[in-house]
Structure formats: structure tokens, C-alpha cells
């Protein structure tokens, strides 16, 4: 008897790896109100994404264009005060799409936009232009992208220094650790002041490339 | 007498097993129509049992193994409601086999599959994803185990409370006081909210691990 108990667990060992397979149970002295159990592990990865876009983009992907916004001063109005409105954006007229995400989290999750000149506008021959001459107009995009908050984001005031700098941080507040806005932003030129004639900015060495960052905080 | 007694037990216990043998019967004075009997009887042992499945799993054998289903959303499709099909579990994309076989009878021989959760799907860090972003598609499988009815088998829809619990029980009918029923869980992620980046679940401590059990009614 001893022999045949030997036997079987023997036989047992030999199979228990063939049988080896993810959660199955089995009871085989099973009474009414017996319980099986079997167990399954689900996991759900979300990546850690900070996205952020002025003007022309591609939704979620690195996008390398860069906008070109132009003020040109009819020669009837120079330094009159009459606001000139700019071409390029992805808007038109001069205006341009904004949207950030990030699901970075963190303590709050928010985001903290803000731009960067690297001085004011110059027309490479000695004269510049201030940054104040450019105004923001904030406002929400004619369409919602689904899921995200449509609105104006307050623009990040340019820095007016002689040498640029960064300027005034805007904080986009999360939700629930989730920061997913979008906005558009109207550029304008002042023409408070009268210029000498030239182009002002439109290439890095003379100051016409702003740069938009966000920070997940 | 007391060891007369005690010899004859003795004996008795000696020859039993020499003399046990099926039954014969002999007329040794047999005329016409004459009849002699012999008997056999015999039975046939079925034994109780309760069975389940959820996996990859070899029929009728317990293994303690659990599978992962993991759902990692793209970059750039954060809360697009775009679904997010799984990886892992026995039947590929996020599939898993479900088996319950059961013949221990009862009034009916129903048995009750339920599911339970431990809370949430976490990331350990404050946020949880809620189970109502896993979606759950019920269908037979590809192929049928000889004596199974392979159809879709109704998942007991996941307890969604913050601290868990059991789900919505399902019962499978019995035919002739008997279950043998398989099919096929697809899972997918919903999708349909962005969260902080993390992995939600996929441990017990946060809660990525449901138990499934199959109640003999």
C-alpha cells in the first residue's frame, strides 16, 4: 500500500510541470457552495507625454515649421498708431494655434508656459524695435479639439531687454494632474512709435525668433 | 473459549483474501430446469468536480500561475477614446481562455462565476483608473473542447468601488445538472481620459489583479 502511494505521488511529480499553465483551479471533492478561484493581472501604461505647439503642428508629433508672422506698415500710417495686423500663422492674419499637454503630474501637474527673446527686434543696421510694440490677443480657436479645454491662454509677455531673456511665466492649471488646453494667439503690431525704414526681426540674428517653452511643474 | 474465539478471527482474517472471488453458485443434484445464479455488481465512481479556468490553462489541473494583460496607450493617443487593445493572456491580444466545468449537482447544477476586484487600478501615486475603462468582449473560441458549448460567456462586470469588491455575479445554467461551458474574454482599455502618466495596476498592491471564482449553486 505503502509502495503504491510512493507510486503516485512519484507519477504526480512527474507530470506537474507538463500541466504547469497560467491560473486554472480545480476541486475534486466539490460539494454545493464550493468555490474555484482563478486569477487574472491587468495593467494600463500611460505614457508621460508634454506636448506643446505655436502655430503650425501636428497633433501629438514634433512638427519643425516654423511660423513666419509679418507686419508690414502701410507707408501712409508709419507710427501712427493705427494697429497693423500681421500675415502668417496657422490662424491667418497673424495668429496662431496654442495647445499644451501634459500628463507629466507631479505635485499639481500644471505647466508653465513662457517665451524667450534674444533681444528686441533689430533691423541689423543699429535700430530696434521693443517687443511692447507687438501686441497679444488671446482668445479661444474657432474649433475644439475633443477632450481639450478651448480658451485664451495668457500669453507669456516678451521680455524687452536689450539682450532678451525670458519673460513672464504663464501656469496653465491642471486637472486632476491633466493640463490639455488650447487657444489661439492674435499678434498685432502697436505702430506707436516711427521707425526708419528696414525689416525688423525675421531672422535669429536679428531677434525675430521667439521661442515658447513649457515646463511640467 | 475467548481464545477459540480470537483463532477462528484469525483465521477467518487469514483466508478472506484468499477466498474472495465472485460469485458461483453449483447444484451438484441439478435435473431439468434446474437454475443456478451468479451475481456481479458493479459502480461506477464519478467524482465532484468544480473547475475553472481564466488563461492559458490545461484542462482539469491546477496551476497557480496568473497572466498579465497589459494596455500601454501611445503617446498620441492619451484619452483620444481611441480603444487600446492588450497584450498577453492565452488567446493573444489581450484575450484569455475561460473554462468552467462543474458537476457537483445541487438543485440545479448552475454554477455562479463572479469577479472580484481590490479597488481601482492605481499607480501608487493618488490616481486610479477606474475598471469601467476596461471594457470586456465576451465570445466563443476559436476552437471547442470534444463535450464543451463554446459561446460567449458573459463577464460578471467588475466592482468599481473605490475599495473593491465582488462584481455581478453571471450564472451559467447547467444541462443534466452538468456545466461545461468555454469561450472567449477579450480586454481592452476604453481610453476615453486622460490620466497622469504611470503604470495603473499590474500588482496586487495596486489593485491590477482581479479574482475570478466559480460558486457550485
Not at chain 1, 504547469?20 to 460539494?31: F, I, K, L, P, W
Not at chain 1, 477632450?147 to 539682450?163: C, D, L, W
Not at chain 2, 481564466?54 to 496568473?66: D, H, K, Q, Y
Request: charged share 5%; glycine share 12%; net charge positive.
Amino acid at each position: 500500500m505503502k509502495k503504491l502511494a510512493l507510486i503516485a505521488a512519484a507519477s504526480a511529480a512527474l507530470f506537474a510541470p507538463i500541466l504547469s499553465h497560467a491560473e486554472s483551479a480545480v476541486n475534486t471533492t466539490a460539494v454545493v457552495g464550493t468555490v474555484a478561484s482563478a486569477k487574472l493581472n491587468l495593467s494600463v501604461v500611460i505614457p508621460s507625454v508634454l506636448y506643446l505647439a505655436v502655430g503650425t503642428n501636428s497633433s501629438f508629433a514634433a512638427n519643425a515649421t516654423v511660423d513666419n508672422v509679418v507686419f508690414t506698415v502701410p507707408s501712409t500710417n508709419i507710427g501712427d498708431s493705427t494697429v497693423v495686423a500681421g500675415t502668417g500663422g496657422d490662424q491667418a492674419a497673424g495668429a496662431v494655434t496654442v495647445r499644451v499637454f501634459s500628463n507629466v503630474g507631479g505635485t499639481t501637474g500644471n505647466v508653465s508656459l513662457n517665451s524667450t527673446t534674444t533681444g528686441q527686434m533689430s533691423d541689423g543696421a543699429g535700430n530696434t524695435i521693443p517687443w511692447t510694440q507687438v501686441g497679444v490677443a488671446s482668445a479661444a480657436l474657432a474649433a475644439t479639439t475633443p477632450g481639450f479645454t478651448n480658451a485664451a491662454i495668457t500669453h507669456p509677455a516678451f521680455n524687452n531687454a536689450v539682450a532678451g531673456g525670458t519673460g513672464t511665466a504663464t501656469t496653465l492649471t491642471a486637472v486632476g494632474k491633466i493640463v490639455r488646453q488650447e487657444g489661439k494667439w492674435t499678434y498685432t503690431y502697436a505702430n506707436t512709435a516711427a521707425y526708419p525704414a528696414g525689416t525688423y526681426g525675421g531672422t535669429l540674428a536679428k531677434n525675430g525668433i521667439v521661442t515658447y517653452t513649457a515646463t511640467a511643474l | 473459549m475467548k481464545k477459540l474465539a480470537l483463532t477462528a478471527a484469525a483465521c477467518a482474517a487469514l483466508l478472506s483474501p484468499v477466498l474472495s472471488h465472485a460469485e458461483s453458485v453449483v447444484n451438484t443434484a441439478a435435473g431439468t430446469g434446474a437454475v443456478v445464479n451468479a451475481r456481479l455488481n458493479f459502480s461506477i465512481v464519478i467524482p465532484s468536480v468544480l473547475y475553472l479556468a481564466v488563461g492559458t490553462n490545461t484542462s482539469f489541473a491546477a496551476n497557480a500561475s496568473v497572466d498579465n494583460l497589459v494596455f500601454t496607450v501611445p503617446a498620441t493617443g492619451i484619452g483620444n477614446s481611441t480603444a487600446v487593445a492588450g497584450v498577453g493572456g492565452d488567446q493573444a491580444a489581450g484575450a484569455v481562455t475561460v473554462r468552467v466545468f462543474s458537476n457537483v449537482g445541487g438543485a440545479t447544477g448552475n454554477v455562479s462565476l463572479n469577479s472580484t476586484t481590490t479597488g481601482q487600478l492605481s499607480n501608487g501615486a493618488g490616481t486610479t483608473i477606474p475598471w469601467t475603462q476596461i471594457a470586456v468582449a465576451p465570445a466563443a473560441l476559436a476552437a471547442t473542447t470534444p463535450g464543451f458549448t463554446n459561446g460567449a460567456i458573459t463577464h460578471p462586470t467588475f466592482n468599481n468601488g473605490a475599495g473593491g469588491g465582488t462584481g455581478t455575479a453571471t450564472t451559467l445554467t447547467a444541462v443534466g445538472k452538468v456545466v461545461r461551458q468555454e469561450g472567449k474574454w477579450t480586454f481592452t482599455y476604453s481610453n476615453t481620459t486622460a490620466y497622469p502618466a504611470g503604470t495603473y495596476g499590474g500588482t496586487v498592491a495596486k489593485n491590477g489583479v482581479v479574482t475570478y471564482t466559480a460558486t457550485a449553486l
